[in-house]
C-alpha cells in the first residue's frame, strides 16, 4: 500500500529539506507551512498551511493520512508562552488530530536540548536523563511524553528523533560531535516511514561522527545506517577558533546551555 505522508513545518530549514527530498523520491506528500502559503514544487501538489493550534487546521493535514512527519514548532530558545503555544498546546492537538483520523505513525522532531546540560565527557545511551538547557529543551522532554502517552493509551507509533545539528555542513568545533548530515535525515526519515511495528522509540539524529556524544544503538531497530562523519570536515574546523564561550564548550547543548547561566554564588 503506497502511504500518505505529511510534513508539518514544511518552509522550515528541516521541513525545506524533507518536502523536496520526498517529493523527488515520489512519495505520496502532503506539506504544510505555518502563517505562508507554499508555492508547489511540482503541479498539483499538496500543500496546505496554518496555525496547528486550531484544530481545524490539524484535520486539514490529517486526512487520510498514514504517518505525519512533524517538524513543526518553535525551534529556538524563546520566551516560555510562545514555547507553550507551539510545541505544547500544539502538539497536543496534534496528537489529538491523529486519534481523530487514525493516524497511525508521528515522526516528531525531538531536540538534542533535552539533554543539553550533560557535560560534553559524558557518552550518553538513549535512556539516559534528561538534562534540559532551556525552556526549549523542556518543551521536548514534553513532546516525548506525549509520544509515549499517545503510544500507550491510543496505540498511536512514535519515533522520537533527538536531532543534533542538522545543516548541510558541519562548520563549528561543537558539530564535530552533534552533526547530523542531510543525507543521513533522509535515509533515517525514510525508515522512520517505512520500517513495520515501532510502537514508541527514541534515537538520537546524528550521523556516524567519530566524536560523537550519543551512543545510537537502540536506532538499530530502524535499520539506520549513516554513512556522513563530521570528521572528514575536522582538519578545517579545527584551523578556526571555537565560536562558543568557555561555559558552552563545557555542556552539550553549547550556547543553549550558556544562554542565562546564572549558578548562585
Ligand atoms: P524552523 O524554525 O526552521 O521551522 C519550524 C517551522 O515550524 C517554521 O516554519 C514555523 O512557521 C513552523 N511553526 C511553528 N509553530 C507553528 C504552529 N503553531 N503551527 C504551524 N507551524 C508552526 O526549524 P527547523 O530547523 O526546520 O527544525 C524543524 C524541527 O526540528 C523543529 O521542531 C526543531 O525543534 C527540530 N530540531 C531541529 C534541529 C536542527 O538542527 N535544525 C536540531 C534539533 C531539533
Ligand atoms: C536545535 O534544537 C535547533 O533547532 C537548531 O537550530 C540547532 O541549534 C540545533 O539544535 C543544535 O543544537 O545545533
New binding site residues.
Partial sequence: MVKKVAL?????????VLRKALLERGVNLRS????HPLEPLVDGEDVMH????DPA?VDRLMQGVDVLI???????ERPLPEII???LR?LVEVYEGARRHGVRRIIF?????AIGMHSVEDKLALDCEFRPDGF?GLS?MWGEGIARLYWDKHGIESVCI??????EKPAEFRHLSTW?GFEDLLHMIDQAINVPDIGYLVVW?VSNNTRSYWDNAGAARLGYRPRQNAEDYAAEILAKSNPLDATAQRYQGGSFASYDYTPLT
Avoid at 508539518?8 to 525545506?16: E, P, T, V
Avoid at 496554518?50 to 493550534?53: I, M, V
Wanted: charged share 15%; proline share 0%; aromatic share 4%.
Fill in positions: 508539518s513545518g514544511a518552509a522550515g530549514q528541516l521541513g525545506r504544510a507551512a505555518g502563517s496554518g496555525d496547528l493550534r487546521v512533524h517538524m513543526a514548532g518553535t525551534s529556538v503555544e507551539n510545541n500544539g522532531a525531538s531536540s538534542n536540548h526549549y521536548k533527538r536531532i543534533g545539528s542538522c545543516v547530523f539524529g
